[in-house]
């Protein structure tokens, strides 16, 4: 019989690498939406590519969305059309990786809070999980690079800009966190 250590040691072997998995896919879900423009006092939405039901599939922060603040890069109306494209040619291969990590992901769920630990099931599905992951990280990319080509010199300076602002930003979010846990703790 294994030593409750042993087991420990063992369960944190995947979760720790599945908790890193999904706490990237939440920062750069919050990166995405914090880079976006208020819509009205006190709201905020996903931009011109986040509504729901809009190109894409679930907007751009979802498996194939594009990752770049477009609300704030001052698109032109043809930019405005050829990223809507961009976002169609690409909206069933968005919608076929958000159904995998959503299914991966419940089956996770389920394997973890089954009545009989079964390791190895576990392992498993957190293996498919991060395969998953991948796939939905390589869409975005993929349609990132489409969209990254649509924009001129300037706009790509501002997006990059931009970007390390919101980057600047979450770290000292997650400072202030980790210094508030230290406090309490």
Known sequence: MKSMGSMKRKTLKWMVPAGV????????????AWSQPPDGPGGRRGGMMGRRGGPGGGGPGGPGGVMLPLGRLH???AQHDQVRGVMEQNREATRAAGARLREVRNALKDAVTA???NEGAI???????ATAEGDAAVQRAFVRSQVWQLLT???????LELEAEMKERMEQRRARRGERRRQRG
Not at 123 to 129: G, K, Q, S, Y
Not at 153 to 159: F, H, I, S, W
């Open 75 to 77: 698109l032109t109306e």
């Open 21 to 32: 998995l999904v706490t990237l896919g939440l920062f750069a879900a919050a990166d995405l």
């Open 115 to 117: 009545e009989v630990v």
């Open 123 to 129: 392992r498993a599905v957190a293996t498919d999980l």
């Open 153 to 159: 010199p300037d706009q790509q300076a501002n997006a």
